[in-house]
């Protein structure tokens, strides 16, 4: 049974029009057929059920008004049973009802209208004589329904064309065609609009007036809002829908505060807000300064009006408390709802994953699958970030499944662009190009998003610029994104690249937004080009904190201190990473009171220190040994729940540089996931205490675990048995790094066994080894250890080999002559000593100052040579004055031999061990750091500040330790003063650079064993004393 028909051309006559949707010769059983069971709690089920009826009698003939509600209840239902609504139109043509009588007519155009038949409405409209502003509304409002918002508008000037009188826009048809303008993003057409809703008068009206200002708020731009603020001051009457559009449309444009100020005049002028303002509203508080306290506020006005039990008002809630992390309020108002809808779903479990709470998003998807409810797109997009923010690969790829196996959702753009992204942050660039490809609807967002997943590694440079090129030739066309991709990549590929994207965003108009200024600033950054990105700075004429913080770091970079500094004083707003550039940029040149003071002016301003702080801060903590300072960022670290990998490697690597293993085994046994990191600084840890065996044995666990060693850890791995003097150990590992890790080996690597080699007495193969170094590998370390070896195995050939090679790499480094000089006067080549004297007078080289400093009682004290400004100087020789008298007592035989070593015994032991004796009230452990050795040649003004060397220098020196050692056999003054425990580990390892006078170290400790062994007896202590390892023994 055919029931349908469409027109073949507007022209058709009344007749063919009436034969078109004539039922055929049994319409009665069809529209009963056709017709549902009366259902009297549906909207027009009544008048469909009086209509079977009516049909049932064929005495009585139908009313106009009667087929006219019969239609309209015909729209209202679902397609299936709009055939009715078409055979009804049938019978009322055939009946003469449609030309007769125009309500029939503008039921019949809405049901089309409704149902998408625009065509159909048309015909309708163009068969009636006089068709009034209803009519045209109703054609302007299925128009703008399907999207045709020009068809909308040619509509709306043909309205205005057909003359005055009742077809004349009235204040419905404003209101239809204004949102339309809205929609369409015509601000101007939408401005034209209402030049004619000023010249009718209707920008009183209320209806008018809230479309125009809903309109304006949409459209956006500079002025747009003042003319949303101009039609809302115009509204004669204005009802609750008006101030909903005006404070929706500041909000829109992102003046929040304004928009919490026209809600305090809504209800200031008597106006109750309603469930759509608390909905707008809520939101806008978590963009405030103060977004929690006018939240609460919200939340009060909510509760004491009784909107709380509205849904959409609960969904705002619960969106604004998550925003402000505050998820065990979201928790209580989703456990309280009666009704969710999947808006509520999603809503927590976004603020899941906003907050950090990825396995509870997953549970409350879990959660939401079994109500029965269906996911959105919106839900899996936060699935998917999930997954990304953790890089749970595994569980993203069982959402891309769940995907697949509903078609619908691989319709949603949207939900495509998420999984491109997603697997752009997993570094699956093949996946996400994948996924790119099965994007039915690519929008530049698609496009956007495969082009930065191509930015997270050099080797997708190429498919960058070929999809680039692609989508310069579609329909898409590039935005800010896109140019700050193009910037990104330019950052890999060189200079002249930068300078061609910076070209090409200066030819497309984007160096105007400050996100691409900012994004060509890093790249000059990037390309280490600091002159560029001055000039280019010094010409921004919008900067934000982005902009300043990309220069810090570009100082941050060229160590330029004092520039940093200008731009850090002159910004008005400081966020984290400000402060963080300059802790960083004052802890890695050494200024480390700086740094920690930078620290804690950080937190004086109401800001709280993040996983980038502590580590920064760790370094400077480590340049000055500090073990108390250590300890309080760890304790910062455990009260603010700061649980990250990286930083726990920091921390075992602090406390190892401080000297305290046993806690960074601790830190490094209760890690919540032991990485390459964690393994590497342990390891670290135990190379830099002469603990190789051990840190073989811990290398050989995390081979076990599958962990994939690099260079850093195999690096570490050499310099431990460096230390220990395992040198078939290290051949072995170094053999090992190609042909079993598959690692070629670095400079580090080369360096590292020419060490291992010349320190194990090895020194004609250590040289060998040197020259044969690939072009890659050879460097200043490998050369400089081979010449530090050759000092203390007195070596002068290899000796000046290894020299002639580091004064043609590095000619004004001062300490390889000062070695040569040393092995020259240990042979006694007097005239080869002076030479190299004159050639370091003739560069004007100066030795700097040696400085070493201690910790007690958590005060730091420092020692500088040939400096007499510590308070405790005159002390400190007493106490050396008393011990060498003692030595004087104890050895009167040999009163030669002991004047010739007294400067040998007061520069061995230093000032800082003396200071200690001479403080003997206290009871903490010590730490000693002898940095550089003190030299009479030391120039020292007054103003130096000890400059802390690379990390492996901050050992306990030979020397000092024996000594210590001594003390546990001294009595009980000396032990209780230092708070000495004993020597359980050998923490001596030397350093290539600046060896140490073995012989002298020995000879100086062997006067001190004498003199203080004699005091031990004469405490009492005698038989104890006499039972232990001699000072010279235990040093050997």
Request: aromatic letters at 8%.
């Amino acid at each position: 049974m055919r029931i349908r028909a469409r027109y073949s051309s507007p022209g058709c006559t009344s007749n063919a029009y009436a034969a078109a949707f004539t039922p055929p010769r049994n319409a009665r059983r069809a529209l009963h057929a056709a017709a549902p069971a009366p259902d009297h709690s549906q909207r027009g089920g009544a008048p469909l059920h009086r209509l079977r009826r009516m049909l049932g009698e064929s005495s009585l003939r139908l009313g106009a008004l009667e087929l006219a509600a019969a239609i309209r209840s015909a729209s209202a239902l679902p397609d299936g049973a709009r055939a009715l609504g078409r055979c009804l139109h049938g019978l009322a043509v055939k009946a003469g009802r449609v030309a007769s009588s125009a309500t029939v007519a503008k039921a019949a155009m809405d049901m089309y209208g409704r149902s998408g038949s625009l065509a159909d409405a048309r015909l309708v409209f163009d068969e009636m004589a006089r068709p009034d502003a209803v009519c045209w509304n109703i054609l302007i409002t299925a128009s703008s329904r399907r999207g045709l918002f020009e068809d909308a508008f040619v509509l709306f000037r043909s309205m205005l064309a057909s003359g005055a009188g009742q077809s004349m826009p009235t204040a419905v048809t404003v209101a239809v065609i204004v949102p339309a303008c809205a929609k369409w993003r015509r601000l101007r057409t939408g401005r034209s609009v209402h030049g004619y809703v000023v010249k009718a008068g209707l920008e009183s009206d209320t209806l008018c007036g809230n479309a125009l200002v809903s309109m304006y708020a949409k459209c956006g731009g500079s002025t747009a809002i003042d003319d949303a603020h101009g039609a809302f001051s115009s509204i004669r009457c204005k009802d609750v829908v008006s101030w909903n559009s005006i404070v929706a449309g500041y909000i829109e444009n992102g003046l929040f505060q304004e928009a919490l100020a026209l809600f305090g005049q809504m209800i200031s002028e008597g106006f109750l807000p309603n469930y759509s303002t608390m909905a707008n509203i809520l939101p806008v508080c978590s963009f405030t300064k103060f977004g929690w306290y006018y939240g609460k506020q919200m939340h009060g006005f909510v509760v004491r009006h009784g909107l709380e039990m509205d849904i959409s008002v609960c969904n705002a809630l619960m969106a604004h408390y998550s925003k402000v992390i505050e998820m065990k309020v979201v928790e209580s108002i989703f456990t309280s709802m009666d009704v969710r809808d999947t808006v509520t779903w999603n809503t927590i479990i976004a603020g899941y994953v906003m907050n950090g709470y990825h396995d509870r998003a997953l549970d409350q998807f879990q959660r939401l699958l079994s109500t029965g409810i269906a996911p959105d797109s919106v839900s899996f997009i936060s699935l998917l970030t999930a997954c990304a923010q953790v890089g749970d690969v595994k569980a993203g790829m069982g959402v891309h499944g769940y995907i697949i196996q509903r078609p619908a959702l691989l319709q949603e753009t949207s939900l495509m662009n998420a999984l491109v992204t997603f697997y752009s942050h997993c570094d699956k660039f093949y996946d996400a190009f994948h996924a790119f490809t099965d994007i039915l609807n690519k929008d530049s967002i698609s496009w956007n998003a495969i082009l930065s997943a191509c930015t997270s590694s050099e080797q997708n440079i190429e498919e960058f610029f070929t999809l680039l090129r692609e989508m310069c030739r579609g329909v898409n066309q590039w935005d800010s994104v896109t140019v700050l991709n193009v910037i990104h990549v330019s950052a890999f590929c060189g200079i002249k690249m930068v300078r061609e994207a910076h070209g090409w965003s200066l030819r497309v108009g984007y160096t105007g937004e400050t996100s691409v200024a900012n994004a060509i600033l890093d790249a000059y950054v990037k390309c280490g080009y600091s002159q560029d990105a001055r000039l280019f700075f010094s010409n921004l004429a919008v900067r934000n904190i982005v902009t300043d913080n990309v220069m810090i770091s570009c100082y941050l970079k060229s160590n330029s201190i004092e520039d940093a500094e200008v731009i850090f004083n002159h910004m008005t707003e400081k966020d984290l990473t400000s402060w963080n550039l300059m802790i960083q940029l004052y802890a890695q040149n050494d200024m480390d009171d700086q740094a920690l003071s930078m620290f804690s002016h950080l937190q004086s301003e109401g800001l709280k220190p993040d996983i980038v702080s502590i580590t920064n801060i760790l370094e400077a903590c480590i340049h000055l040994c500090s073990i108390q300072l250590v300890r309080q960022c760890h304790a910062y670290m455990l009260r603010a729940s700061l649980e990250d990998i990286h930083l726990e490697g920091a921390l075992v690597d602090a406390y190892s540089k401080c000297g305290n293993i046993t806690n960074a085994y601790n830190i490094f046994l209760v890690s919540s996931k032991k990485d390459l990191v964690t393994f590497t600084a342990m390891i670290g840890c135990y190379a830099m205490h002469g603990m190789a065996e051990e840190a073989v044995e811990l290398f050989s666990e995390m081979l076990k675990l599958d962990i994939r060693p690099d260079h850093v850890v195999l690096t570490t791995l050499l310099s431990a048995c460096r230390h220990a003097g395992l040198v078939d150990a290290g051949i072995k590992i170094f053999k090992s790094i190609r042909e079993m890790h598959g690692v070629e080996p670095t400079a580090e690597h080369y360096a590292c066994m020419v060490d291992l080699l010349a320190r194990g007495g090895h020194l004609q193969d250590a040289y060998r080894f040197a020259l044969d170094m690939p072009p890659h590998a050879v460097n200043t370390n490998a050369w400089g250890s081979l010449l530090g070896a050759c000092k203390v195995h007195e070596e002068v050939e290899i000796g000046q080999l290894a020299a002639n090679q580091l004064f043609a790499m590095e000619e004004v480094d001062i300490g390889n002559y000062v070695i040569m000089s040393n092995i020259y006067a240990a042979d006694e080549k007097w005239d080869r000593v002076e030479h190299v004297r004159k050639l370091m007078k003739s560069k004007d080289m100066k030795k700097p100052a040696g400085c070493s400093w201690i910790e007690v009682e958590k005060a730091r004290h420092l020692f500088i040579a040939s400096d007499y400004n510590h308070q405790d100087r005159s002390c400190i020789y007493d106490m050396l004055g008393s011990l060498y008298q003692q030595i004087i007592d104890t050895q009167s035989q040999n009163m030669t031999m002991m004047q010739s070593m007294t400067s040998t015994c007061c520069l061995q032991i230093g000032d800082e061990f003396m200071f200690v004796l001479a403080r003997s009230e206290f009871a903490l452990c010590m730490l000693l750091v002898p940095v550089i050795e003190p030299s009479c040649e030391s120039n020292f003004d007054g103003s130096f500040y000890p400059a802390a060397p690379e990390s492996h220098f901050r050992e306990i020196s030979r020397q000092t330790l024996a000594l210590l050692h001594l003390a546990t056999c001294y009595g009980s003054e000396l032990p209780s003063a230092l708070g000495w425990r004993g020597v359980s580990q050998d923490l001596y390892a030397s350093q290539a650079q600046v060896e140490r006078k073995q012989e002298q170290v020995l000879l100086a400790t062997d006067f001190f064993s004498a003199a203080l062994l004699e005091r031990s007896m004469r405490l009492g202590f005698g038989k104890e004393a006499k039972q232990s390892p001699s000072v010279g023994q235990w040093a050997r």
